[in-house]
Each structure stands twice: as structure tokens, then as C-alpha cells.
């Protein structure tokens, strides 16, 4: 996955310290979050039963949720498999999981991929959830890695980690094999589920254009309307 563009216009800053284009349309949306159930899918249909955050910068799909959750049950078989080898197995882990897991790796530009779920508890204090999760997403439109030993100073587009918003908490939780509720997996080898990696992110990619083409079509919009 390349660096986020809508037409020639690049939505990724090179520059770290000033927010993206992506960054802002997030924000913005955080203003208009209503906490609405009734979220409608890329075709119109409703998906039922979880409040969509504002960070969701993509439509929801049934069929990405069912793609997404066969991979992880996948990837966590082969994890719980590797376990029986200790010697190699952090050699071999697959993914981890809770949002400060998932930011450190993606700053030490570990990670394959990340898996958020679109439905996690309103949180706006400094260092909340939203905050973090936003971070996580900015992070990873940038690609990941800015804690990480810099190979080359000139290297200043690097290639997007790819985010997907999917499933809940509690079934993002249980694909893991874990047995409590989880925010975000952070994908280190999507080894033995290359095909279905590949077609998540192409699915995802349609679904974030689409999201973007409607949020792009607004009026021009600035950072100073959430501050």
C-alpha cells in the first residue's frame, strides 16, 4: 500500500510535524460524531449492533469482518502452534494485540499491518483512546517506524502500513484466541495467510476510497475547527 492520495492530491504529509490531510478529515468528523448505530456498509446496508467512532476512516463491511476474522483465527493457530518451539517462537509470533502493543511495534516499523476495531468507548481526555487511536492511524499513513533506527535520513515516503477497521471488540478478542475484548492487533507475519492478507487491504482500499470521496466533496476544511 502506497501513501494515501485522492487524485493527484496527496492526503499524507511528509512533514511529521504537521497534520496530515487524513488527520484532519478524522478530526473533523470527531466534531460531527453523534455515536449513530444505525452505520450503513459501502452498499447501503445497515451493520447492526456496535456505534461506529469517528477515527473510522473507511466503510464497514460484513464481508471484510468475515475476511478479517478467518485471517486472524489463521494467524493465531500458526502462533499457538510456533509455541511449541519456544526457541523460535518470537521469531514466529504473528501479531499482538491492546493498543499501546500495537503503537510500540508500528514505531519500530514491526508491523504488517494493523486491525481496529470501529467501535471503541468515546475517551477525549489528553491520552485517551481517541488520541491514541488517531496517532496509531497518522503513524501508520506515514509508515510506521519513527522510533525506528533510520536506514536511510532521505527516505521520506515510505510505504503506508496498512489499517483496517473490522469486527468489534469482543470478536477482534475472540479471533485472537484471547479471552478478553481487544482494541487493535498489530500484524508482525501474515505468513501462510498471504492470499487473504492481500485481499483485505485491496477491499479495504475500495471501501477507504469511497469514505474519502464522500468526506473530500465537502466544503475545504481546517484544523482550527477542533481546536
Known amino acids: 500500500m502506497t501513501a494515501l492520495r485522492m487524485g493527484k492530491a496527496r492526503l499524507v504529509s511528509k512533514n511529521k510535524n504537521k497534520p496530515s490531510k487524513l488527520k484532519e478529515v478524522i478530526l473533523h468528523d470527531k466534531v460531527n460524531d453523534d455515536g449513530d448505530d444505525d452505520t450503513k456498509s459501502s452498499d447501503g446496508r445497515n451493520v447492526p449492533e456496535i456505534t461506529v467512532r469517528h477515527y473510522v476512516h473507511q466503510y464497514l463491511s460484513p464481508e471484510l469482518d468475515a475476511l478479517v476474522q478467518d485471517m486472524l483465527e489463521d494467524l493465531h493457530r500458526y502462533q499457538e ?10 521469531k514466529r509470533k504473528r501479531f499482538v494485540t491492546g493498543l499501546r502493543e500495537v503503537s510500540r511495534a508500528l514505531r519500530l516499523g514491526k508491523l504488517k499491518g494493523v486491525i481496529v476495531a470501529p467501535n471503541m468507548h468515546s475517551s477525549e481526555s489528553s491520552g485517551g483512546l481517541d488520541e491514541r487511536v488517531v496517532e496509531i492511524v497518522d503513524e501508520a499513513s506515514m509508515g510506521g517506524g519513527s522510533s525506528a533506527p533510520a536506514k ?4 521520506t515516503d515510505r510505504q503506508a502500513v496498512p489499517v483496517v477497521f473490522a469486527l468489534s471488540k469482543n470478536r477482534l478478542g475472540k479471533a485472537c484466541g484471547k479471552p478478553v475484548r481487544q482494541c487493535a492487533v498489530g500484524l508482525l507475519s501474515v505468513e501462510g495467510a498471504e492470499r487473504k492478507w492481500k485481499q483485505i ?6 471501501l477507504r476510497r469511497k469514505w474519502l470521496e464522500e468526506r473530500l466533496l465537502r466544503p475545504p476544511i481546517s484544523i482550527t475547527e477542533v481546536t
Open 81 to 90: 502452534r510456533a509455541k511449541e518451539n519456544p526457541a523460535k517462537f518470537k
Open 152 to 155: 536511510n535520513k532521505l527516505d
Open 201 to 206: 487491504t485491496e477491499m479495504t482500499e475500495d
